[in-house]
């Protein structure tokens, strides 16, 4: 961000003459800054001639120099022979360099040798690298080494593997680090999933405040510095108050870019940043990243308000040290935690598959029985929507249709939401007390719903959390700064559930994928029921009345799934033969049990005399009364064998063919009433002529109906099949089935032929 009145050179970044605002923020050049603090000299130079490129303006404090006589020398000439071959000797011999920070020199300064801690990486400028020597004052523990670090944490590292929670950790990080260090404060700072910040431990001189449990929001650190922290673990603000010292050239002579100081333990920090701190009334800062995976989980945030303040390069390494150690205890204990968590939801799904894979039960009941589905996630209130039916239990609101129907329209198999008012105000409208939901979609809308009331949190922030930036007028141009206040500052946080864990999110995925199974397993059964069920309600054997055959054939669908088409055929006590075919909407037990109802009552009606359109009107008021959810078509036909006369009622059925003596066959001239279920009340039958060698054919419109198939031209292949006979072909069931059978269809397939004798229409080897 633009350091306004400040002489330091405008490099990279944003150009001079744009207004900074919060877009322009994101993209302030902190990795570039073009300066250093003052309490050390940043020198740049080439490989392996150890030539000057870049120079802080501080080198000439150390060797009597300014930065532009600096630039374009060697090494030697700056610092000294001994030192500049000490550094050649320190690059050549290791390949990691910031493993193996700091190197101890003796500069050759005006007033004698100094001792220095110089602190080495290579950087990309351009085609090539560059070798950065940074140069800190030494003093602190010595020798500096691997071993002298370790013994400094020592005490702290068995203290962190001893915590047993947590809580202990974090607590054991701030006082171990307090002491470390000396810093007036140390604080835990832990992020949640949006980066926003909660003081979690502390350690502080008895007369400053206390910030424990206190907030901070995400805007507090800008997604670009999060990536800085993952990058640098340790970063010293010796001087809160520090004036920056310029890097002389600000632009690389040969690459014409800026010096990229993204690993630079002197790189100069952001305005913004400063002045935050100095709303603090905080003096000088270090800060330990806590990763996990790579990425910024936390903080350990330490601040001095009694002056400047430089911790030596040693105890910033044992600090460091802490940190990794930290990182991983915190890791391990967080991961133990998702574990027992896990495990539990790992038994609870147990339970709750083994109750789903209940036959005797319905698939909602099963999953809603009991607290299972509860212990594996744990809520208010589930609701289950699964083979039609709608179960609940807990806490669930009286209309839970608009959830249902929320559920189905989301795009993500697992929905998780803990603020309905913001994500659906119109769905939280209408289900009073919820404001969590984490919901499973499967197929054919049905689906598992967790529900989770509001909890009313009082948040305490430090500063107003909503007045985070302040214009201010520097120079005749607007910028943003940091809040001014860090008062204690609570926010009542209304219309939010507790948020949905990770583990409970994943254990409902495993759920998804489990259940899928269990409907796979549960669709196989009630195929086979269906079909068994079927099977046992077709007639085991057709009438066959002098002079007349009966053929029929059925098929389910392409996709096994057993349906409610059914065929029938019975002598009537009159000596009449009746022929039925019918078709109950949908696929599976229901459907079949609903075909054989209506069976059943359809034969009961014929056999005790009643005249076509009578018997189907009775049906018509059966299904209404007694069977609200189901819907069927069907067509009979009552026939004298004697004369052929056919009586021929239809509901909502396609038109049966009629073939003629001759082998033509057409479309019978019936009238269709509305389907059983929603019939008009008032169906009509009417009469058509068999002839001899004639036929009249029935048939479900799974034999003429598909997506890629219509009805019309599914009747006109079926015509075509059967007036093959016109040309004195014999025409077999089979064949016919075979020709007009599409692979598209999603239905099942019934044909049933009532055949009058010299037709040309046989059985084939598949006789019914």
Not at 481 to 493: N, T
Request: with cysteine; aromatic share 4%; proline share 6%.
């Amino acid at each position: 961000m633009t350091q306004h009145g400040s002489a330091t050179p405008r490099v990279g970044g944003l150009p001079a003459d744009v207004p900074v605002d919060l877009d322009a923020c994101a993209a302030e050049p902190i990795r570039v800054p073009g300066s250093v603090q003052p309490h050390g000299v940043l020198l740049a130079v080439t490989e392996p001639g150890l030539e000057v490129r870049h120079a802080s303006r501080t080198v000439e404090g150390l060797v009597g120099r300014p930065a532009e006589d600096v630039v374009g020398t060697g090494l030697g000439s700056v610092l000294g022979l001994e030192a500049a071959d000490a550094v050649r000797h320190h690059v050549r011999t290791f390949g990691d360099l910031r493993a193996r920070n700091p190197l101890s020199v003796d500069v050759a300064g005006p007033a004698g040798p100094v001792t220095m801690d110089a602190i080495l990486h290579r950087v990309a400028v351009g085609t090539g690298t560059l070798l950065v020597v940074e140069l800190e004052p030494a003093y602190g523990p010595r020798p500096f080494s691997f071993p002298n670090t370790y013994q400094a944490v020592r005490g702290a590292v068995e203290e962190l593997n001893g915590a047993r929670s947590l809580e202990a950790l974090y607590d054991v990080a701030a006082r171990e680090v307090r002491a470390l260090t000396g810093f007036d404060r140390v604080m835990v700072y832990r992020f949640d999933a949006e980066y926003n910040g909660e003081v979690v431990a502390e350690a502080r001189r008895e007369d400053l405040n206390s910030f424990l449990g206190l907030h901070y929001p995400a805007s507090d650190i800008p997604p670009q510095a999060r990536q800085l922290y993952e990058t640098n673990w340790v970063r010293l603000i010796a001087d809160v108050g520090y004036t920056p010292s310029p890097v002389v050239p600000p632009l690389d002579p040969a690459s014409g870019e800026p010096l990229d100081m993204t690993h630079a333990v002197l790189r100069s920090v952001s305005p913004v940043h400063i002045e935050y701190l100095g709303n603090m009334g905080v003096r000088a800062s270090m800060s330990i990243s806590l990763l996990r995976d790579g990425r910024l989980w936390g903080l350990v945030a330490c601040h001095h308000y009694s002056g400047p303040y430089m911790p030596p390069y040693g105890v910033r390494a044992a600090a460091e040290f802490l940190g990794s150690t930290l990182s991983l205890r915190l890791v391990a204990r967080a991961e133990e935690r998702e574990l027992e968590t896990e495990l539990a939801a790992q038994g609870a799904l147990g339970r709750v598959l083994h109750a789903a894979r209940d036959s005797d039960r319905a698939l909602a009941d099963a999953l809603a029985a009991g607290s299972g589905l509860l212990d594996l996630v744990p809520a208010q209130g589930v609701v289950v929507r699964a083979d039609g039916l709608v179960a609940t239990t807990g806490a669930v609101p009286a209309d839970v249709a608009p959830l249902l129907d929320w559920v189905a329209g989301r795009d993500a198999p697992v929905t998780a939401c803990t603020s309905l008012a913001e994500q659906a105000p119109e769905l939280a409208a209408r289900l009073p007390g919820v404001a969590g939901v984490l919901a499973v979609q499967l197929p054919d809308d049905q689906c598992v719903v967790w529900l989770r009331h509001e909890v009313v949190q009082d948040v305490y922030w430090g500063g107003d959390p909503h007045n985070a930036k302040i214009a201010r007028e520097e120079d005749g141009k607007v910028r943003l700064s940091p809040r001014l206040s860090f008062d204690r500052w609570r926010e009542v946080v209304r219309g939010r559930s507790e948020a949905w864990a990770g583990a409970h999110v994943r254990a409902v995925e495993q759920l998804r994928t489990r259940l899928l199974e269990v409907l796979l397993l549960r669709n196989r059964w009630q195929m086979a029921a269906a079909y068994a069920l079927q099977q046992s309600l077709l007639p085991r054997a057709l009438p066959q009345p002098a002079g007349w055959s009966v053929h029929a054939r059925y098929e389910p669908s392409a996709g096994g799934r057993v349906g409610g088409d059914w065929y029938d055929a019975l002598e009537l006590p009159d000596g009449r033969v009746a022929v039925v075919v019918g078709d109950v909407a949908g696929h599976g037990v229901g459907a079949a049990a609903a075909m054989g109802q209506l069976r059943n009552a359809l034969r009961a009606y014929l056999l005790r005399g009643q005249a076509v359109e009578e018997a189907l009107a009775d049906l018509d008021a059966l299904a209404r009364r007694t069977m609200r959810d189901d819907m069927a078509t069907l067509v009979v036909a009552v026939v004298d064998p004697a004369t052929g006369e056919a009586l021929v009622g239809a509901a909502g059925h396609p038109l049966p063919l009629l073939v003629d003596g001759s082998g033509r066959a057409s479309l019978a001239d019936v009238p269709v009433d509305r389907p059983i279920g929603v019939g008009s009340g008032a169906p009509r039958a009417a009469s058509v002529q068999v002839e001899m060698g004639g036929a009249l054919v029935l048939y479900s419109d799974g034999l003429v109906d598909s997506r890629s198939t219509s009805l019309a031209a599914g009747i006109e292949r079926l015509v075509s099949a059967f007036g093959a006979g016109a040309r004195g072909e014999r025409v077999d069931i089979d064949d016919v089935v075979e020709a007009c059978r599409d692979d598209d269809s999603t239905d099942d397939i019934t044909l049933l032929v009532l055949a009058r004798e010299q037709v040309l229409v046989t059985a084939g080897a598949g006789a019914a």
